[in-house]
């Protein structure tokens, strides 16, 4: 998984930012902390092969042994997953990590939710970060929307922190499928307050920040999204909680 590390977000904007929209009561405050990591990206087709001897992901060829990047599919739908039995979603299998000092929490989608549970430990290092991911099938390209929406709720004990990341090729390693070439290649993020109650929040691409990429990359690229990944930010006491989030779509 790509290492998102921290810096003013994941190094982000604190809460409810350009373009972010959210609702309800929360347990953590509005800013944003150091950026965890991202998983893995979701695989694309075989690759293909052309008479010059070159080859590319996708299936695409090249001429006179080159190789070319396939493009990311358009998003087929607006639905990510509603993490219902046996209903077509984007996504695979939920990834989960923490700083090197903490616990990583769980995630489980048996209850047609995705359902995160915190208990980190206390925090030994300046860093500390907790998260949960959805790696998508194949590399997506969902220019045709302006961001992510999702139903959440849930409780955080005080000092943590909660933000979100669509995170796209130019924000990951090429070891997770993205580009990124930089030191530091980690995704933008942006701050929002957790709900009590369930609770619609949108994030526009557009109100991400921060981030680690390569010189001149966009915040976030629309046309090659690898995931999406809720993040908790803790604190020196450690973060204890539940996050439930259901329905999450482009917007």
Same mark, same amino acid.
């Given at each position: 998984?790509?290492?998102?590390?921290?810096?003013?977000?994941? *190094?982000? #904007?604190?809460?409810?930012?350009?373009?972010?929209?959210?609702?309800?009561?929360?347990?953590?405050?509005?800013?944003?902390?150091?950026? *965890?990591?991202?998983?893995?990206?979701?695989?694309?087709?075989?690759?293909?092969?052309?008479?010059?001897?070159? @080859?590319?992901?996708?299936?695409?060829?090249?001429? $006179?042994?080159?190789?070319?990047?396939?493009?990311?599919?358009?998003?087929?739908?607006?639905?990510?997953?509603?993490?219902?039995?046996?209903?077509? $979603?984007?996504?695979?299998?939920?990834?989960?990590?923490?700083?090197?000092?903490?616990?990583?929490?769980?995630? +489980?989608?048996?209850?047609?939710?995705?359902?995160?549970?915190?208990?980190?430990?206390?925090?030994?290092?300046?860093?500390?970060?907790?998260?949960?991911?959805?790696?998508?099938?194949?590399?997506?390209?969902?220019?045709?929307?302006?961001?992510?929406?999702?139903?959440?709720?849930?409780?955080?004990? @005080?000092?943590?922190?909660?933000?979100?990341?669509?995170? +796209?090729?130019?924000?990951?390693?090429?070891?997770?499928? *993205?580009?990124?070439?930089?030191?530091?290649?980690?995704?933008?993020?942006?701050?929002?307050?957790?709900?009590?109650?369930?609770?619609?929040?949108?994030?526009?691409?557009?109100?991400?920040?921060?981030?680690?990429? +390569?010189?001149?990359?966009? #915040?976030?690229?629309?046309?090659?999204?690898?995931?999406?990944?809720?993040?908790?930010?803790?604190?020196?006491?450690?973060?204890?909680?539940?996050?439930? #989030?259901?329905?999450?779509?482009?917007?």
């Amino acid at each position: 998984m790509t290492e998102i590390r921290k810096r003013a977000f994941v *190094g982000i #904007v604190g809460l409810v930012s350009a373009g972010l929209l959210s609702v309800g009561c929360s347990s953590s405050n509005n800013t944003t902390g150091t950026g *965890g990591s991202s998983g893995s990206a979701g695989t694309s087709g075989s690759a293909g092969t052309n008479g010059g001897g070159g @080859t590319n992901g996708g299936g695409n060829t090249t001429g $006179a042994g080159g190789t070319t990047v396939a493009a990311c599919v358009a998003a087929p739908a607006a639905l990510i997953t509603d993490f219902g039995t046996g209903s077509t $979603a984007q996504v695979g299998t939920p990834y989960k990590g923490a700083a090197a000092s903490l616990t990583a929490p769980t995630a +489980d989608t048996s209850s047609g939710a995705l359902v995160m549970t915190f208990a980190t430990g206390a925090a030994t290092a300046t860093d500390n970060y907790a998260y949960v991911g959805l790696p998508f099938n194949a590399c997506v390209d969902a220019s045709a929307y302006t961001g992510v929406k999702f139903n959440i709720t849930g409780t955080l004990s @005080t000092g943590c922190t909660i933000q979100f990341s669509t995170v +796209d090729k130019e924000h990951s390693t090429t070891a997770n499928g *993205g580009t990124c070439a930089a030191t530091s290649c980690y995704a933008s993020a942006a701050a929002f307050t957790l709900p009590a109650t369930a609770t619609d929040v949108t994030v526009a691409f557009a109100s991400q920040t921060g981030g680690g990429a +390569d010189t001149g990359a966009a #915040v976030v690229d629309p046309t090659e999204i690898l995931n999406v990944q809720w993040q908790i930010n803790v604190p020196t006491a450690g973060c204890t909680g539940t996050v439930t #989030v259901t329905n999450v779509t482009f917007n």
